[in-house]
C-alpha cells in the first residue's frame, strides 16, 4: 500500500479530524478539573519534595501527563460531548492508565474486542465515530474504518506520527528500518505498518546479534526462527540487512535506542566503509523529548538517597516499564504499582509488579523510623493518582 497517498486521502477526508472540537485552553482546562491535583502542585513548589512525620518524599523533577497524552485524553472527552448519541468506539485503550480508561467507559465509550492480536471490527458500523487512541493504528485498520463510513478521531500523539514519516523516508530510500521495540506493542505494530521492510528488535542483545549477521557471523536459519514475529514478510537478512535505518517505539530507554543507533553506524562502516556509509546507514532521530525528560529527571533522582522508589503507571505501559528498569539498575528496592489501591495502608502492604514477573504482594512495605521515598510516574499517570498514593504513603507512615 502506498501509505503516504492513502494519509493524504485520509486527512482530506470531512470524516477524519485530528484537531479536536475545542481550543486548546478550554483543552487544558478540562483535564486540569479531571486529572490535577493541589497536594502535586504544592510539592512541587516547594522543591519536590514533601515531609509529614517520619516519612520524606521526593518527586522527580519530570513525571507523568505529558502533551502527548494530555492532548489524546482531551480530544477523547471531547468526542463523546461533540457526538452525544452516536455510538462511540475506541480500538486500543486511549493510554496506559486504568483510571482513565474507566473513565471513558463511564462515558459510554466502547472498546474493539481484541482476540490473539485481532481486533474485532465486525461491531463498528457505517456511521459510527471511532476514536484512534495515542499509540496510533496500523493503516490497514485505518484504511477499513475509512472504507466502511466511520468518523475517525485521530489522537495519535505527534511523536508517534513523526516516526511514521521516519519509516517512510527510509521505504521511499529502499532501506529497511530497524525498529528499536516491542513487536506486540500497539504501538510498534502501527510504525511497522507504515514500513516497507522492517525488523524489530527488543534490546542491545538482540541489535548484536543481528550486527554480528551482517558481519559474516551468523546462521540464516537461527536468524528466521528468531525473528519470525519481529519482521516483514518475506524478510531476507542476506538481501534486506544491506541497508539500514534506525527509529523507535517513543517510549524505549533513550540510551539504548542511541546505543543501537550508534551500533549500527559503526557495523555498515565496517562492512562497507566510510565512502559508502552514507548509502547504507540513515540516521534520523526519533526519540520522543518527554520520554527524553522523564528518563532524565529519574536518573537525577535515584542519584539522591532514597530507601525505596515506587513507580506509577499501568502494568502494560513501555515508558513506565523504563522507569522502574532505572532504579533496579541502582539496586534500589523498587515497586511498580498501576493504582493507589495496590497500598493497603491498614496493613502496610503493597501489591506491585517486578520486572517480568507476575504480581506480588509484600508485607510491611514501609520499615520503621525515618524512611525516604522517590516517586515517579509514567507519562499515562494522571498528577491525582500520584497524589492518592501519597495520601496512602502518608497514613502508613503515622500508623506503623
Known sequence: MDTQAFKQTLHKSDRYNRRGFGSANKRAQALAEAYQSGLIGSIRENGNLLEHGRLKVKLAEAFGFCWGVERSVAMAYETRK??????????????????????????????????????DFSVVKDGDVVILPAFGATVQDMKLLHDRGCHIIDTTCPWVSKVWHTVEKHKKHTFTSIIHGKYKHEETLATSSFAGTYLVLFDLEEANYVSDYILGKGNREDFL??????????????????????????????????????????????????????DHFLAINTICDATEERQGAMFSLVDEPLDLMVVIGGFNSSNTTHLQEIAISRGIRSFHIDTPERIGEETNTITHMPLEGELLTEKDFLQKGNISVGITSGASTPDRVVEDVIHKLMKIGENF
Open 82 to 119: 461533540h457526538y452525544p448519541n452516536e455510538r462511540i468506539w475506541i480500538t486500543n485503550e486511549i493510554i496506559h492508565n486504568p483510571s482513565v480508561n474507566d473513565h471513558l467507559r463511564k462515558m459510554n465509550v466502547l472498546f474493539i474486542a481484541e482476540e490473539k492480536g485481532v481486533k
Open 225 to 278: 526462527k528468531r525473528f519470525s514475529k519481529a519482521s516483514s514478510a518475506g524478510f531476507d537478512p542476506d538481501k534486506d540487512l544491506q541497508k539500514v535505518g534506525v527509529a523507535n517505539q517513543t517510549t524505549m530507554l533513550k540510551s539504548e535506542t542511541e546505543e543501537i543507533g550508534r551500533l549500527f553506524e559503526k557495523t555498515m562502516l565496517q562492512r562497507f566503509g566510510p565512502a559508502q556509509l552514507n
